[in-house]
């Protein structure tokens, strides 16, 4: 009898932590199914934030102006559109439209988009590494007696400056860009449009 109830003490104890066993198993698979719900919810949301980003970048809200067709194909021949598309920067673009490139001998044009390199510095030489809207450039112009100087991406420099209203900038040529239209929001900074293409000194 002794037997019997030992055996069956046995038997119980065993129902028992396998029952224990089977509920830590099945509580850890839960949280595991949880975990890698989680995580694909976390990637669909950084998924969707970069489709936002990139729909929104410098890039793209070129490709949407017609006026600055000419800059899209030249930032494709440069491929420099991925630095304005997923780079988070903040960068800022005196994009020159397509009026302004037609002022740029048709010789020196044609030269440029036929070399890579050229053509990648030239498009830094309109970019710079920070988000400057047109008021705080205002600012600083009014802050530096009149003339700011802007670095560039490639590592040049622009002088900003006003004539009336309008800010002006002086590439390191001497020749002059007028912003036509200020503070074109973006994802990864902003874009202002200029009259002319500005160029590093030769």
Do not use: W
Not at 20 to 36: A, I, L, P, T, V
Not at 94 to 111: I, Q, S
Not at 166 to 173: C, F, G, R, S, Y
Request: proline fraction near 1%; charge should be negative.
């Amino acid at each position: 009898m002794k037997m019997k109830i030992l055996f069956m003490g046995f038997a119980l104890s065993g129902l028992i932590l396998t029952s224990c066993g089977d509920g830590s198993k099945k509580e850890e698979d839960k949280e595991r199914m949880e975990q890698m719900e989680a995580e694909r919810e976390a990637e669909m949301q950084a998924e969707k934030e970069r489709m936002e980003m990139e729909s929104n970048s410098i890039a793209a809200k070129a490709q949407e102006t017609d006026t600055l067709s000419t800059l899209v194909s030249a930032l494709q021949t440069a491929e420099m559109v991925d630095l304005l598309t997923v780079s988070e920067g903040p960068y800022t673009v005196f994009a020159p439209d397509n009026a302004a490139f037609e002022k740029v001998d048709k010789a020196t044009l044609d030269t440029l988009m036929q070399n890579q390199e050229e053509l990648s510095g030239l498009l830094e030489y309109h970019v710079v590494e920070d988000e400057i809207t047109s008021q705080e450039l205002i600012e600083m112009i009014n802050d530096n007696e009149g003339v700011f100087t802007i670095t560039t991406l490639g590592g040049g420099e622009l002088k900003a400056s006003l004539e009336g209203e309008k800010v002006i900038l002086t590439d390191e040529a001497g020749n002059k860009a007028t912003v036509v239209q200020a503070d074109i929001d973006a994802s990864n900074g902003i874009v202002h449009i200029i009259d002319g293409v500005v160029m590093k000194k030769s």
